[in-house]
């Protein structure tokens, strides 16, 4: 089963409440975890490593806080989960045979590389600012006429 961790999801989330601040409207770790119940050690955290990865700036003093890094537009949903979770994988095997046992002779390798590509392509074109703005994404994840039927309604279709 594809998921995010859940560190990726309150990064997304924060990121979606910095997103639909003004640009200079700061909000601390505290206050964005009261806001959606998320632990503040945890939400503090998550947003170091963002702040790390340059998605997110840190201002101390008073007034302190984390503001986006760079405009939301600018920010792919690809690039919250990579700075959190890593590389986008759908399965173990890597560029490499020296992991795997059945490299040379696998029948799904391939394939499966070519499903993480489009998940990978589509988290990319996907911005903050179309998530902050609950809009769809603009690149549609291609499915093939066979699979989006039932097998009911292939047989109907045929005849049969």
Request: some cysteine; aromatic content about 4%; charged content about 25%.
């Amino acid at each position: 089963m594809l998921r995010l961790s859940k560190k990726a999801e309150y990064a997304l989330m924060a990121l979606k409440d910095l997103a639909s601040r003004s640009e200079t409207e700061a909000a601390s770790a505290r206050e964005i975890a009261s806001r959606y119940g998320i632990p503040v050690e945890l939400m503090a955290k998550v947003l170091q490593r963002l702040a790390r990865r340059k998605l997110l700036v840190s201002q101390h003093g008073t007034r302190g806080g984390y503001l986006l890094g760079r405009p939301a537009a600018k920010i792919a949903v690809a690039d919250v989960i990579e700075a959190i979770d890593g590389p986008v994988m759908v399965t173990a095997c890597t560029t490499s045979d020296d992991d795997c046992e059945q490299y040379a002779t696998c029948n799904i390798r391939d394939p499966l590389w070519r499903i993480k590509d489009q998940i990978v392509r589509a988290l990319t074109s996907y911005s903050l600012k179309e998530l902050a703005a609950d809009e769809p994404p603009l690149v549609p994840i291609a499915i093939s006429p066979r699979s989006a039927t039932s097998p009911a309604s292939r047989i109907a279709a045929s005849g049969r």
